[in-house]
């Protein structure tokens, strides 16, 4: 059973800093893209950033000079650098990642979730 856990959400002032890390761990045979997403309330869930496992990268408009997405492979983990913080970006952020458990199987896992308040 493959398993994402996200961690290192919190409460932080407008204009802060926080960095949220995910560690897929169980039985991975190797992982392609992993993201993140989030998701507000009464809004519905929305990509804020992909990487691939060569280090490609896309961003959420919203986001873009602010967030930063990482990962290190031989962890299993992706990381998402959030600078620059605002309210508007109170959500659960939620991290997704494609996992091969055989050479021609996979399936799409996703963590349970961190909040991220941005507030003063």
């Known amino acids: 059973q493959v398993q994402l856990v996200e961690s290192g959400g919190g409460l932080v002032q407008p204009g802060g800093s926080l960095r949220l890390s995910c560690a897929a761990s169980?039985?991975?045979?190797?992982?392609?893209?992993m993201g993140w997403y989030r998701q507000a309330p009464g809004k519905q869930r929305e990509l804020v950033a992909v990487?691939?496992?060569?280090?490609?990268?896309s961003y959420a408009d919203s986001v873009k000079g602010r967030f930063t997405i990482s990962r290190e492979n031989a962890k299993n983990t992706v990381y998402l650098q959030m600078n620059s913080l605002r309210p508007e970006d109170t959500a659960v952020y939620s991290c997704?990642?494609?996992?091969?458990?055989?050479?021609?199987?996979?399936?799409?896992?996703w963590g349970q979730g961190t909040q991220v308040t941005v507030s003063s």
């Open positions: 169980g039985s991975i045979f190797t992982i392609d893209a």
């Open positions: 997704n990642a494609r996992i091969w458990v055989a050479t021609i199987k996979y399936n799409d896992y």
């Open positions: 990487i691939t496992p060569g280090g490609s990268t």
